[in-house]
């Protein structure tokens, strides 16, 4: 018997063990098996020393079906901003509260490669800096939900358009944030990361010029008179921080 025969038999006899203590038939346990794979649960080892192995999960594919489910229930823009703002402006504080070294030079590792991105022309991956920052608060629910957030946002509105928001202002925004969480200031880098996504907000919703607006069309920008303040955010500058929200450079 060949030693890639043998593994194969043995791995048959691992899962007829498994079946039989289970007490399904081969069928159960292969759709169960092909399950568990295609959720990235555990995989099929072939070899000397193969078999069925657990893995640990991704959060990616999870947050893709949420992702999808928010978008099959046509969650609108303005609901997709409010839940980030009121999820993001607690992860950086919470990151300027808890930063160690390894972490700052992470952030400081991304930056570099974020610029290097910003000069090549790349948008693909301007929303990593917010799931970093949701990551780097050790918290797994934060994480989740800040992945889930940013892809919507990605397949709502996958270009920024350059007229709009440049690509070098996203990256200054995200250095500025990343500074304030560095400095552990975290009611600093908690107005910086409310006025980027008020900012991006209304880089995306704002008309280009000359393109008329149906009556009734539209919304207004975050923070307009027409809209209610938001509910838990506070809107008091930190210190050091202009009053005005228009006095912060557009941030990404």
């Known amino acids: 018997m060949t030693p890639a025969s043998l593994s194969s038999a043995q791995s048959a006899a691992q899962g007829d063990l498994s079946r039989l203590r289970y007490g399904v038939s081969r069928a159960v346990f292969r759709e169960a098996v092909r399950l568990l794979e295609h959720h990235g649960l555990a ?13 640990q999960p991704d959060p990616q594919p999870v947050a893709k079906a949420m992702a999808v489910y928010l978008d ?5 823009p303005c609901q997709l901003e409010d839940a980030r703002l009121a999820i993001e402006v607690f992860c950086v504080e919470r990151v300027a509260a808890r930063m160690s070294e390894d972490e700052v030079a992470e952030i400081r590792a991304f930056l570099t490669a974020e610029a290097v991105q910003v000069a090549s022309g790349e948008t693909q991956s301007l929303h990593d800096f917010h799931v970093l920052v949701a990551r780097l608060t050790a918290n797994p629910a934060l994480h989740l939900f800040v992945q889930t957030l940013t892809d919507l946002t990605q397949r709502q509105n996958p270009v920024l358009e350059r007229n709009r928001i440049s690509l070098d202002d996203i990256h200054a925004a995200h250095a500025k944030i990343a500074e304030a969480i560095i400095a552990r200031d975290g009611a600093l880098a908690r107005h910086r990361m409310m006025t980027h996504l008020e900012k991006v907000s209304q880089a995306v919703t704002r008309r280009p010029p000359g393109r008329p607006t149906a009556r009734g069309e539209g919304r207004p920008a975050l923070g307009g008179a027409e809209r209610p303040a938001r ?4 809107r008091r500058a930190p210190r050091g921080e202009p009053a005005k929200a228009a006095a912060e450079p557009v941030v990404g």
């Open 231 to 234: 509910r838990g955010v506070e």
């Open 72 to 76: 099959f229930e046509k969650v609108e």
């Open 43 to 55: 995989e099929m080892r072939r070899g000397l020393h193969g078999g069925l192995f657990i893995r």
